[in-house]
């Protein structure tokens, strides 16, 4: 039998994705109308064997993630739970730390995600090397370019056995083009390298703590602890891929994540794709409609749109490339380009909210999303417009590259600024 530990981090983390993470928790925000999460969900219960899955973070287990895991649960007829860790434990301190809970049962293995990426999971792909061969390490991996590489953990494999010979986490010159996916499959044998950076760990600690400079008991980087150091050493493996995938940091990432879970629900669940109907909105390419939201049939909508929960469509609406929040309201002929418009904001009839996307170069096949810094040299990049939950946006105004923080009542048009 087999499980999956799901990574979801916890308050402190997600913090690129603000305004957007005061409302839910990262972990949950929708991504082409289902949570963040979801998507790894339903690829670890696709999976023969899966038995249990697990999330682990420090969150406080508040109210929509009790709800998300009830729904969860039945949904997928399996069980789903959260266990919190009493501080951040890092990438890999709370797998130590759950072990036993891991490891109830006697997995034959388990696979370990990190709650920010957008991927097709080629989960089974995985178990079936595992399977061949099995190593107490097997990560996912992808190509980078050269530039972008250095965002991301850098493994160098050795092409015929595919054995990781090196690793660095984020180096700060070019090591590999192949990057580390964040998904992962460990044998139960992985846990024991594990101890022993813990017990590593408490020993450096005792000798240390007087210098204050400790991150904390039980912390492990999983990355730099864990990879770098076992590296060369015949138990770390990497499968290559060249399916979809990407990092959620930014609102922008999330906005991008949405368009490739789109495209793929071609094949995984075209029933969730809006289709054109008589007397219905006009649809352009993949767009996602949740079944209370209401539509009006003038509407223009897509490609790449997903309207939550309880949104309402007026007349003439155009929307395109964009992800529209559970209760909000866009109002007759409004037109909402590259944008996110928040839980339950309202944009005010013929007003123009528009952002300017930052996707992947298209021209270069192993180019993926920046997700920086909004700022260079102290100025606001142009990006995506973000609208925080319960923003009203007035008729006609033009709201142009700019976040608007939650619950403002706007009153002109505002261009390249952040609305605080
Ligand atoms: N439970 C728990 N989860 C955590 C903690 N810290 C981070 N996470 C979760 O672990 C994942 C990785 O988070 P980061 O620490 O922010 O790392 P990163 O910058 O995303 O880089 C990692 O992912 C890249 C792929 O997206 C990799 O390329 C890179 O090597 C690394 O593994 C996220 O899902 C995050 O929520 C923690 O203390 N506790």
Same mark, same amino acid.
């Given at each position: 039998?087999? +499980?999956?530990?799901?990574?979801?981090?916890?308050?402190?983390?997600?913090?690129?994705?603000?305004? %957007?993470?005061?409302?839910?928790?990262?972990?949950?925000?929708?991504?082409?109308?289902?949570?963040?999460?979801?998507?790894?969900?339903?690829?670890?219960?696709?999976?023969? $064997?899966? /038995?249990?899955?697990?999330?682990?973070?420090?969150?406080?287990?508040?109210?929509?993630?009790?709800? #998300?895991?009830?729904?969860? /649960?039945?949904? #997928?007829?399996?069980?789903?739970?959260?266990?919190?860790?009493?501080?951040?434990?890092?990438?890999?301190?709370?797998?130590?730390?759950?072990?036993?809970?891991?490891?109830?049962?006697?997995?034959?293995?388990?696979?370990? %995600?990190?709650?920010?990426?957008?991927?097709?999971?080629?989960?089974?792909?995985?178990?079936?090397?595992?399977?061949?061969?099995?190593?107490?390490?097997?990560?996912?991996?992808?190509?980078?370019?050269?530039?972008?590489?250095?965002?991301?953990?850098?493994?160098?494999?050795?092409?015929?056995?595919?054995?990781?010979?090196?690793?660095?986490?984020?180096?700060?010159?070019?090591?590999?083009?192949?990057?580390?996916?964040?998904?992962?499959? #460990?044998?139960?044998?992985?846990?024991?390298?594990?101890?022993?950076?813990? /017990?590593?760990?408490?020993?450096?600690?005792?000798?240390?703590?007087?210098?204050?400079?400790?991150? $904390?008991? $039980?912390?492990?980087? %999983?990355?730099?602890?864990?990879?770098?150091?076992?590296?060369?050493?015949?138990?770390?493996?990497?499968?290559?891929?060249?399916?979809?995938?990407?990092?959620?940091?930014?609102?922008?990432?999330?906005?991008?994540?949405?368009?490739?879970?789109?495209?793929?629900?071609?094949?995984?669940?075209?029933?969730?794709?809006?289709?054109?109907?008589?007397?219905?909105?006009?649809?352009?390419?993949?767009?996602?409609?949740?079944?209370?939201? +209401?539509?009006?049939?003038?509407?223009? %909508?897509?490609?790449?749109?997903?309207?939550?929960?309880?949104?309402?469509?007026?007349?003439?609406?155009?929307?395109?490339?964009?992800?529209?929040?559970?209760?909000?309201?866009?109002?007759?002929?409004?037109?909402?380009?590259?944008?996110?418009?928040?839980? $339950?904001?309202?944009?005010?009839?013929?007003?123009?909210?528009?952002?300017?996307?930052?996707?992947?170069?298209?021209?270069?096949?192993?180019?993926?999303?920046?997700?920086?810094?909004?700022?260079?040299?102290? +100025?606001?990049?142009?990006?995506?417009?973000?609208?925080?939950?319960?923003?009203?946006?007035?008729?006609?105004?033009?709201?142009?590259?700019?976040?608007?923080?939650?619950? +403002?009542?706007?009153?002109?048009?505002?261009?390249?600024?952040?609305?605080?």
């Amino acid at each position: 039998m087999l +499980k999956a530990v799901i990574l979801i981090g916890g308050p402190q983390k997600g913090t690129r994705f603000r305004p %957007l993470s005061f409302e839910v928790p990262k972990p949950l925000f929708p991504v082409a109308g289902v949570p963040m999460i979801q998507h790894h969900i339903e690829a670890c219960a696709q999976v023969p $064997g899966m /038995q249990e899955i697990l999330l682990i973070g420090f969150y406080q287990p508040d109210e929509p993630l009790t709800r #998300f895991l009830e729904a969860a /649960q039945q949904e #997928f007829n399996l069980p789903i739970r959260y266990l919190q860790e009493f501080a951040p434990l890092g990438t890999g301190g709370g797998l130590y730390h759950f072990r036993d809970q891991i490891l109830a049962g006697s997995p034959e293995a388990f696979f370990v %995600l990190n709650a920010d990426v957008c991927s097709d999971f080629p989960l089974s792909a995985m178990l079936d090397v595992h399977r061949h061969q099995p190593h107490p390490f097997l990560l996912l991996g992808t190509t980078a370019n050269r530039t972008q590489s250095l965002n991301y953990g850098c493994i160098v494999e050795n092409p015929q056995t595919h054995e990781v010979l090196h690793y660095v986490e984020k180096p700060s010159t070019f090591v590999s083009d192949i990057i580390n996916c964040g998904i992962y499959l #460990f044998s139960p044998e992985a846990l024991k390298p594990l101890r022993d950076v813990f /017990q590593r760990n408490q020993q450096d600690r005792q000798l240390e703590d007087s210098s204050g400079l400790w991150p $904390g008991a $039980g912390t492990i980087r %999983l990355e730099q602890d864990v990879f770098s150091a076992l590296a060369g050493q015949g138990q770390i493996y990497v499968h290559l891929t060249d399916g979809i995938w990407s990092q959620i940091k930014s609102a922008g990432s999330a906005l991008y994540a949405s368009r490739l879970y789109l495209s793929q629900y071609q094949l995984t669940h075209p029933e969730r794709l809006a289709k054109h109907t008589p007397g219905g909105p006009r649809i352009r390419g993949n767009v996602y409609i949740h079944p209370t939201a +209401k539509v009006a049939p003038s509407a223009v %909508l897509g490609p790449n749109v997903s309207i939550g929960e309880g949104v309402t469509i007026g007349e003439g609406v155009r929307l395109r490339e964009s992800i529209v929040l559970h209760g909000a309201t866009l109002q007759e002929h409004t037109c909402v380009l590259h944008s996110i418009v928040g839980w $339950g904001s309202t944009v005010g009839r013929w007003a123009r909210v528009e952002g300017t996307p930052n996707d992947p170069n298209p021209n270069d096949p192993r180019a993926h999303m920046d997700s920086e810094s909004l700022f260079k040299d102290g +100025k606001l990049l142009p990006a995506i417009t973000i609208l925080g939950c319960r923003v009203r946006i007035p008729a006609e105004v033009l709201i142009l590259n700019s976040i608007v923080l939650p619950h +403002k009542e706007l009153s002109r048009s505002f261009t390249n600024q952040i609305i605080l």
